[in-house]
């Protein structure tokens, strides 16, 4: 099976899997019914977790029913218990890039939000623009998602700035990033061109970096107030397990 879902990564397009996934998803969710790990955002329960990864797969990572990886289960658990995300009683301004499949059908139905989904290729964004070069007014933004996105933006300062433009002054962004926090700094190499050996060592062909521990001050570099938060730190053993989420990953929640 972990042979099977490093090709299909390897071998179709992003916005394509996103259209297949839709359909091959209840199918899963049905054969893999069980009680060893629970998906928080929806509540269902499995015997097991699928596999993913461009590069080395990792075991029990992907959520049959909501196709969850352990990101976005422990942004959902932050999200709703941290935050007035799901509880503000005035309507928030939300910028989503890249909307993950998980997250868009029910951020979207939320009453409390006014949604937006940003993106170049996603088939699920309702502006499809440049992280560069933003088509959105400055300080419009209550709360900015983009998570997973810059490790594939060659200019990453450039769209460091444009999030801080676009966030209201007192308003929170979450950037989540693959990161190797054994790394004290960020690793680039543009002459690695083979789609392989990208994958090896920057987890992805199509990333550009491995971000290191400096990833937070480079967010600091550009104006935010940043909270390094190890939130799997405040969860119990048996949880971080069940949920499948992946022990010591740092959210970093960004203020204006």
């Not at 444009?162 to 700094?185: C, H, N, T, W």
């Amino acid at each position: 099976m972990k042979k099977i879902f490093k090709f299909i990564l390897n071998s179709i397009p992003r916005p394509i899997l996103i259209r297949l996934s839709i359909v091959v998803r209840p199918v899963l969710a049905f054969l893999l019914k069980g009680t060893k790990f629970t998906d928080p955002i929806d509540g269902k329960s499995f015997k097991m977790f699928l596999p993913y990864g461009y590069g080395t797969q990792r075991n029990n990572v992907l959520s049959p029913s909501t196709l969850s990886l352990e990101r976005h289960r422990l942004l959902w658990l932050y999200l709703h218990n941290e935050t007035n995300f799901f509880t503000s009683e005035t309507k928030l301004k939300v910028l989503h890039f890249a909307p993950e499949q998980e997250f868009y059908k029910r951020f979207k139905k939320q009453a409390n939000i006014e949604y937006t989904t940003t993106d170049l290729l996603s088939p699920l964004a309702d502006v499809k623009a440049d992280i560069c070069k933003l088509p959105f007014k400055d300080n419009q933004y209550d709360i900015v998602l983009c998570n997973h996105v810059l490790e594939h933006i060659p200019d990453d300062t450039k769209a460091m700035q444009e999030l801080y433009r676009v966030l209201k002054p007192g308003g929170m962004g979450i950037f989540q990033i693959p990161q190797d926090l054994s790394r004290a700094i960020t690793f680039s190499d543009n002459t690695i061109t083979d789609q392989k050996e990208r994958a090896k060592i920057f987890g992805q062909y199509d990333h550009v970096r491995v971000y290191g521990r400096d990833y937070f001050d480079k967010l600091r570099s550009i104006g935010f107030k940043v909270e390094e938060v190890d939130y799997t730190n405040t969860i119990s053993p048996e949880l971080v397990e069940k949920y499948c989420l992946a022990k010591g990953e740092i959210i970093p929640v960004c203020f204006k």
